[in-house]
T-cell receptor, first 117, second 113 residues
Framework: ETGVTQSPTHLIKTRGQQVTLRCSSQSGHNTVSWYQQALGQGPQFIFQYYREEENGRGNFPPRFSGLQFPNYSSELNVNALELDDSALYLC????????????????FGAGSRLTVL | GDSVTQMEGPVTLSEEAFLTINCTYTATGYPSLFWYVQYPGEGLQLLLKATKADDKGSNKGFEATYRKETTSFHLEKGSVQVSDSAVYFCALDRGSTLGRLYFGRGTQLTVWP
């Protein structure tokens, strides 16, 4: 089975620009979550998509938006980039509630490293 | 709110040394607890998990026991190897269908031969 793949792996943008990051979920997984990992920090939940709808959101402003497509792949869009948006963006796919005891087991991609200058 | 606190790193050990990385949590209800590992240049990989009090998760020689009375989930390994060098993250899942993970800040482990 294929894992979670993300693109691009690295990119550099300037303040005010917009960026789109892409994620292909693991085969059979219908839920995609996005996390932001700043340098030296743990990942922070941005939002989750299930059945092409946003299914929950962390403490991120509306300029962070996303899409999920019928094949369960997903995009993360960030508008009006700020310096603090520089981070590793991780995509994770899952089948909700299928882990032992209902725990959700996420499969993570390798991430897209965004640098904002 | 829900949160995870991990011991500050970095941790530097010699090969075959004993490893402990402390993790405590704050959460309502009965969360599931996880340890993830991140090797250089890679994404997060699930190392082990525990879904209820007193459960012990184990994998690749690593173990962690879900202690509800002390709200802890400390990671241990009896004999580390150079290949264990990575960043380790403790995380909790509150147990909703959302599947949102709350992560600690991570602990960098370096093992020298």
């Amino acid at each position: 089975e294929t894992g979670v793949t993300q693109s691009p792996t690295h990119l550099i943008k300037t303040r005010g620009q917009q960026v789109t990051l892409r994620c292909s979920s693991q085969s059979g997984h219908n839920t995609v979550s996005w996390y932001q990992q700043a340098l030296g920090q743990g990942p922070q939940f941005i939002f989750q998509y299930y059945r092409e709808e946003e299914n929950g959101r962390g403490n991120f402003p509306p300029r962070f938006s996303g899409l999920q497509f019928p094949n369960y792949s997903s995009e993360l869009n960030v508008n009006a980039l700020e310096l603090d948006d520089s981070a590793l963006y991780l995509c994770a796919s899952s089948l909700p509630g299928t882990g032992i005891g209902g725990a959700n087991v996420l499969t993570f991609g390798a991430g897209s490293r965004l640098t904002v200058l | 709110g829900d949160s995870v606190t991990q011991m500050e790193g970095p941790v530097t050990l010699s090969e075959e040394a004993f490893l402990t990385i402390n993790c405590t949590y704050t959460a309502t209800g009965y969360p599931s607890l996880f340890w993830y590992v991140q090797y250089p240049g890679e994404g997060l990989q699930l190392l082990l998990k525990a879904t209820k009090a007193d459960d012990k998760g184990s994998n690749k020689g690593f173990e962690a026991t879900y202690r509800k009375e002390t709200t802890s989930f400390h990671l241990e390994k009896g004999s580390v190897q150079v290949s264990d060098s990575a960043v380790y993250f403790c995380a909790l899942d509150r147990g909703s269908t959302l599947g949102r993970l709350y992560f600690g800040r991570g602990t960098q482990l370096t093992v020298w031969p």
